[in-house]
T-cell receptor, first 116, second 115 residues
Framework: KAGVTQTPRYLIKTRGQQVTLSCSPI?????VSWYQQTPGQGLQFLFE???????NKGNFPGRFSGRQFSNSRSEMNVSTLELGDSALYLC???FGAGRGSGNTIYFGEGSWLTVV | GENVGLHLPTLSVQEGDNSIINCAYS??????FIWYKQESGKGPQFIID?????DKRQGQRVTVLLNKTVKHLSLQIAATQPGDSAVYFC??????????????FGKGTHLIIQP
């Protein structure tokens, strides 16, 4: 079956603009989370959604937001872009609650955002 | 705050040798650990996971060892191949609800396979 799909793969935005990134989880997965990856900070957790509800949130400013739709697809939005927002944004999905085998967390290929 | 860290940023091994990648964690409440492999330009790929009620788990050519006493995790790759060249991350999950909530990643180790 298809993996986690993220769109767009690459994009360039100007400071002050906003951006919306999309994620389609693996079919049947209901938990979707987002991560930011930069060379300096590594992989950092943004937020996680399960059944359209945000369950967990990382330490990012309010400019970063997200949502999940009834079909489990998710979007994240960054408003008032700053140069430091340039990063690889990764989406991950898993079946649902519980950890360990049977609920493996899979990542997409990511969306490369460059802010100029 | 709590974090997961890796001992070595780069590890170079000969093709065919075994590789051991180490990871230290500081949160004693962590109860689920995952190893990911990330190749250049790609997203992290799940390798193997382990729960805190286990101290060893084996997969295909990979073994994860967990030492809760010293809060140490290691990934052993047997008979390394050129395709094993990548950055390897350990991650811990201490989320309350499970699933893809709040993975904390280490900085990563770059594994280089020498021909």
């Amino acid at each position: 079956k298809a993996g986690v799909t993220q769109t767009p793969r690459y994009l360039i935005k100007t400071r002050g603009q906003q951006v919306t990134l999309s994620c389609s989880p693996i079919s049947g997965h209901r938990s979707v989370s987002w991560y930011q990856q930069t060379p300096g900070q590594g992989l950092q957790f943004l937020f996680e959604y399960f059944s359209e509800t945000q369950r967990n949130k990382g330490n990012f400013p309010g400019r970063f937001s997200g949502r999940q739709f009834s079909n489990s697809r998710s979007e994240m939005n960054v408003s008032t872009l700053e140069l430091g927002d340039s990063a690889l944004y990764l989406c991950a999905s898993s079946f649902g609650a519980g950890r360990g085998s049977g609920n493996t967390i899979y990542f997409g290929e990511g969306s490369w955002l460059t802010v100029v | 705050g709590e974090n997961v860290g890796l001992h070595l940023p780069t590890l170079s091994v000969q093709e065919g040798d075994n590789s051991i990648i180490n990871c230290a964690y500081s949160n004693s409440a962590s109860d689920y650990f995952i190893w990911y492999k990330q190749e250049s330009g790609k997203g992290p790929q799940f390798i193997i996971d382990i729960r805190s009620n286990m101290d060893k788990r084996q997969g295909q050519r990979v073994t994860v060892l967990l030492n809760k006493t010293v809060k140490h995790l290691s990934l052993q790759i047997a008979a390394t191949q050129p395709g094993d060249s990548a950055v390897y991350f350990c991650a811990e999950n201490i989320g309350s609800g499970g699933g893809a909530d709040g993975l904390t990643f280490g900085k990563g180790t770059h594994l280089i396979i020498q021909p």
